[in-house]
């Protein structure tokens, strides 16, 4: 595929909780023709056990050198890596209150379920902890990878709404 006005074949979809990262993935990767990798589906095992990280980077890494892809998730650990190998990076940088909503509008809409975006057998919901964490992302987490990102030779989009990056998803001729 030809693509004069998006020619990236390797991107990065970063951001708080909730933001929308498996949602743009899937619209992304259905208007580009780009497979998509889940990093919560790297990490989790069923019933929400967690991977050895030597296995997750075994996992992430044979991804990461595959020729196209886009990658949606957070794994601060991870994301120096991540950027060596993406071309592009789109950073939700949407506001707390809203991601908090959306996570549990999302723990509502699969209640009971496993959402498509995490292992299987992991059913969707949320505690304390995750919300705790969307809460201090915009302190905790944006800084650093924010200066990481811009400090890292890769083009990168960063929307402070969803109806930014709905306007930029249109911009992008297939």
Same mark, same amino acid.
């Given at each position: 595929?030809?693509?004069?006005?998006?020619?990236?074949?390797?991107?990065?979809?970063?951001?708080?909780?909730?933001?929308?990262?498996?949602?743009?993935?899937?619209?992304?990767?259905?208007?580009?023709?780009?497979?998509?990798?889940?990093?919560?589906?790297?990490?989790?095992?069923?019933?929400?056990?967690?991977?050895?990280?030597?296995?997750?980077?075994?996992?992430?890494?044979?991804?990461?050198?595959?020729?196209?892809?886009?990658?949606?998730?957070?794994?601060? %650990?991870? !994301? /120096?890596?991540?950027? #060596?190998? *993406?071309?592009?990076?789109?950073?939700?940088?949407?506001?707390? &209150?809203?991601? +908090?909503?959306?996570?549990?509008?999302?723990?509502?809409?699969?209640?009971?379920?496993?959402?498509?975006?995490?292992?299987?057998?992991?059913?969707?919901?949320?505690?304390?902890?995750?919300?705790?964490?969307? %809460?201090? !992302? /915009?302190?905790?987490? #944006?800084? *650093?990878?924010?200066?990481?990102?811009?400090?890292?030779?890769? &083009?990168?989009? +960063?929307?402070?709404?969803?109806?930014?990056?709905?306007?930029?998803?249109?911009?992008?001729?297939?």
């Amino acid at each position: 595929m030809n693509n004069s006005n998006f020619p990236y074949r390797r991107l990065l979809i970063v951001g708080c909780g909730g933001a929308g990262k498996s949602t743009l993935a899937r619209m992304l990767g259905q208007k580009l023709s780009l497979p998509i990798v889940h990093l919560d589906k790297l990490w989790w095992l069923p019933e929400w056990k967690t991977r050895d990280e030597s296995d997750f980077d075994a996992l992430l890494t044979a991804e990461l050198k595959k020729p196209s892809w886009i990658i949606e998730g957070n794994f601060v %650990r991870t !994301f /120096d890596l991540r950027l #060596k190998y *993406a071309d592009f990076c789109i950073f939700l940088d949407y506001p707390r &209150d809203l991601c +908090i909503k959306s996570v549990y509008e999302r723990a509502e809409k699969y209640r009971g379920t496993t959402r498509p975006d995490i292992t299987e057998g992991c059913v969707e919901y949320v505690d304390a902890e995750f919300e705790k964490w969307i %809460r201090s !992302f /915009d302190k905790e987490v #944006k800084p *650093a990878m924010t200066v990481t990102l811009k400090n890292s030779g890769v &083009d990168y989009f +960063i929307s402070a709404s969803r109806e930014k990056t709905e306007e930029w998803l249109d911009s992008i001729e297939r």
